[in-house]
DNA sequence: AGCGAGCATTACATCGTTGGAATCGGAGCG
DNA sequence: CGCTCCGATTCCAACGATGTAATGCTCGCT
């Protein structure tokens, strides 16, 4: 069996609390009486037992990471930076996967105290603010993305500003019909699409273009196959009708971007040269993308970082205003942008 | 504040015993008083407390999966699955990470009592038979992957077997100068990578030609950035020296395939015109690498299902005898590999 | 030596749940 | 009518750790 406090205590002839004490270090212990704790904890090999101190403080050093897909490139860097850096912070994450299901986003957010669930991290890619106004009782909760400012604590690049640039930087390289992948419409719509769409707009508008709604493709989901197949579907629909190719693809997340590149080259469109292709969100695979991907860049790990400060924040303190921490974002020049003559 | 069984029971009526009775439905209930508590436990929204249920009876309902490096592509699938399916069974998923680093294999082991986990799924790269074995007391651990036998529940593909008919395919298909991508020499070593690298070896002498060791390329992680510096050095050791360029590369993991065929591309070197190249895993991205990549496939879906039920098993009886599942593999063919004539 | 101050340590109760033993109530039998 | 028996329910204790209050100890000062 496991050892006790009580075991360690009666091996170092001392109490169990002055045990607990030693390991805890609030209570000042004289450094004799250390040692000798501190020894018979190690001889015994004493590891604390997590349900007790969570019966008796209400922790349970568990938080959840809830993600849209768990499949993706993005999902899985973004939770090797929290399982890293929320050890460091003594806790365990909890895997969860809300899907694109609207359901079970609402479920997470509700049942989360089933499982001894000290804060939740969650990355909404439908929860309204209804959902989470809704519930009673929400655990600590931080939320990774965009959504309607409901006054949740938030950590996000900014979407919009990113967009912007990133299509500010397609038109200053000669570029005028640019498809996105990933926008919404009246089937399928995400906070995060929208956002990225408005920006793309902003930038066409400033520089005096119309938003041509054929050039807006819909993902219902953010993988290479929706995007590819969304993709080989428009050009079809472009061979039928004889209409121009765009000159450059915007896709809203660089595994879109994935599947853009690889129906191009199917199809013998090469890129850059006849078409440019940009992503977001820079994932490992997108420097061994053929051609390199150009896409927006930002730090995962310190988006992990911001969440969990943000969460201890709010689990200390659930009456402190909510905070909203943009995590600054870099467009990465790669080769999948050129310069149009 | 959360309801308890107290409280409960005090609506209901009855003693907290009760309404455990009837939470856990195994000591026979009156149907009135079943009813009674039913309706109790709706009005008070009750969610049992894990902590105190699992300080009772020594569950938490928890169960931890480490995994190497959690930022591939393969760890998210496999992450994803064990999510989902973990779920169906009542157990939430908490996800560690093992890095390459031995000695965090051995502390996830022996630290795994830490957090409350009612068992481990663990997917050693390096952990060796001392290590588990050194162990006195083994959480229940499910082992994904192939490692010497000690004991201990496996569930794995078959990589011998596999990479031998990986190999026997690119001989079939005219290839006699086959690099593997992911080999293991005295610097690097996994037990993985040492039984692709037997099959391999297998498939060549059973063809009668012999084991080219300057062929064996060691990548010191299985990331598509390893990969490609690896491959850049050994294409640039061959311009040096004149040498004859391979005809295919073997690559242990899809992964380290991603990252070849962006070093190929770039230098100009056709897939598979110029090179073939294969790969391990079947990962979704593989479909839409350039070309798309012919590799080893496999149900990740029925690894995840297969450790769970292991798992499920022994915790149930920790003395069942240890099972080794071998999931079936079959290669997918796709463009990365090219008829030689 | 005596006394209080202040720090180190202990005893006890408690968190919420659930095994096990004890108890209660009702049905069946002599 | 009383007794036994059996199923349903209750009471009690325990899981392990720790906050609180009480106690013990040492030290310095007079």
Not at 117 to 144: F, H, M
Not at 151 to 173: C, I, K, P, W
Request: aromatic fraction near 4%; proline fraction near 5%; charge should be negative.
């Amino acid at each position: 069996m496991r050892a006790t406090v009580r075991d360690v205590a009666a091996l170092a002839g001392v109490s169990p609390k002055t045990v607990s004490n030693v390991i805890n270090g609030v209570v000042p212990v004289r450094a004799e009486t250390r040692e000798r704790v501190e020894s018979a904890l190690a001889e015994l090999d004493y590891v604390p037992n997590m349900s007790a101190r969570g019966l008796r403080n209400g922790r349970s050093g568990n938080i959840a990471l809830a993600l849209p897909d768990l499949s993706t490139a993005y999902s899985a860097e973004l939770a090797r930076s929290f399982v890293e850096l929320a050890h460091e912070r003594g806790w365990a994450i909890q895997l969860e996967q809300s899907g694109n299901d609207p359901h079970r986003e609402v479920e997470l957010v509700s049942r989360a105290r089933t499982h001894l669930i000290d804060g939740l991290i969650l990355n909404p890619t439908l929860l309204s603010k209804s959902v989470v106004a809704g519930t009673a009782e929400l655990p600590p909760t931080v939320v990774i993305g965009e959504v309607e400012p409901y006054g949740v604590d938030q950590v996000h690049v900014d979407s919009q500003g990113a967009a912007r640039e990133m299509t500010e930087h397609l038109l200053a390289t000669g570029h005028r019909h640019i498809a996105i992948m990933g926008g919404s419409d009246e089937r399928w719509r995400s906070a995060t699409s929208l956002l990225r769409m408005q920006g793309h707009r902003e930038a066409l508008e400033a520089a005096g273009l119309a938003v041509d709604p054929a050039l807006n493709l819909v993902a219902t989901q953010w993988t290479p196959a929706a995007a590819a197949s969304e993709l080989s579907a428009f050009l079809d629909r472009l061979d039928r009708t004889g209409g121009a190719l765009p000159d450059a693809v915007f896709c809203f997340t660089d595994a879109m971007a994935l599947g853009v590149l690889h129906v191009l080259a199917k199809r013998g469109i090469r890129v850059p040269r006849d078409m440019s292709v940009a992503g977001f969100d820079d994932i490992d695979e997108a420097a061994f993308a053929i051609p390199a991907l150009t896409t927006v860049g930002f730090d995962k790990r310190a988006i992990a970082d911001a969440a969990l400060s943000a969460l201890a924040r709010r689990i200390a303190d659930s009456h402190a205003p909510a905070s909203d921490i943009v995590i600054p974002h870099r467009l990465v020049h790669r080769d999948s942008v050129a310069q149009r003559e």
